[in-house]
């Protein structure tokens, strides 16, 4: 989205600028119009329009094009369009970006020339779709008939910083959950994520599937509001069928039924051999 900051003590006026597209994502194409009207009672000669691209904090580069233009003549009350293809640099972060535009013009003034001069701003909004992605722990193993916790990781593969966001999952027929339901989580960076962890009970008859509804509610760097469903697919499993598949350790209980036998075993061992000496001895 383009803005503007409107400075009228000058033969040029800016009387409107309009980006296509209106928001512009980071390492994208965006092109800028520049209505510029002749507001003098006379003609300018020579009006060059520039936009200043050289501060270090400006993330744009002329695209195909330069960042000036020129034409010789503007007569009075006469309006005419600059058009300028600007590019995105690929690290840019969101945000408001403010770009000075410089106009210069000539101008016959008491049978001489003079040169005038405007200076003014317009901004540019970098800006792309918040994209965030749910996913499971994979080492959650859900039990039917216990208590457990599984970790929701939220992950931020948009190119836009999220902010504000919290996690309300919904209540859910057979998922008994010992903590609240909503959790907030804040600010989540471009290519980064974030855990949350629920403590559940799960139900004794929870089918194998369940199926969790989740929302997302959030804001984009530029204060816009997001609110995203979701679901989420929800594996259980009564304690034989993970043991059988590996997921969890059957209880080891042989060991210590082992070393009992094997104490029995010797104390029996040594009773019989005492009493074989004993009837040798007689």
Do not use: H, W
């Not at 998922?175 to 629920?198: A, C, M, P, T």
Request: hydrophobic share 40%; charged share 25%; aromatic share 8%.
């Amino acid at each position: 989205m383009v803005f503007l900051s409107l400075n009228l003590i000058s033969a040029i006026s800016i009387t409107d600028v309009s980006s296509s597209p209106s928001e512009v994502a980071p390492g994208e194409i965006i092109d800028i119009t520049i209505e510029i009207e002749n507001i003098f009672d006379y003609d300018v000669t020579n009006l060059n329009v520039k936009l200043n691209l050289n501060e270090q904090e400006i993330p744009f580069a002329p695209y195909e094009s330069s960042s000036e233009k020129f034409i010789e003549e503007l007569d009075e009350s006469d309006e005419e369009d600059f058009k300028f293809q600007l590019i995105t640099l690929p690290e840019t972060t969101t945000g408001i970006y403010k770009i000075p535009v410089e106009i210069t013009y000539n101008y016959e003034s008491i049978n001489m020339t003079s040169q005038g001069k405007k200076s003014d701003l317009i901004s540019i909004t970098v800006n792309s779709e918040p994209e965030l992605k749910i996913a499971l722990d994979d080492s959650v193993v859900l039990i039917r008939g216990r208590e457990e916790i599984f970790t929701l990781k939220v992950i931020n593969s948009g190119l836009s910083d999220i902010k504000f966001l919290y996690v309300s999952v919904a209540e859910t027929p057979n998922i008994k959950f010992l903590n609240e339901r909503e959790q907030y989580l804040g600010d989540i960076d471009s290519d980064d994520f974030d855990n949350v962890d629920y403590d559940v009970l799960i139900g004794e008859n929870a089918p194998n599937i369940i199926t969790l509804p989740i929302t997302l509610t959030f804001r984009d760097s530029t204060n816009k509001e997001f609110s995203e469903n979701t679901n989420l697919i929800l594996k259980t499993y009564s304690f034989q069928e993970a043991a059988e598949l590996g997921l969890v350790e059957r209880p080891k209980i042989l060991i210590p039924v082992i070393i009992v036998l094997s104490v029995v075993g010797y104390i029996v061992y040594r009773i019989l051999k005492k009493r074989k000496l004993k009837k040798k001895r007689r």
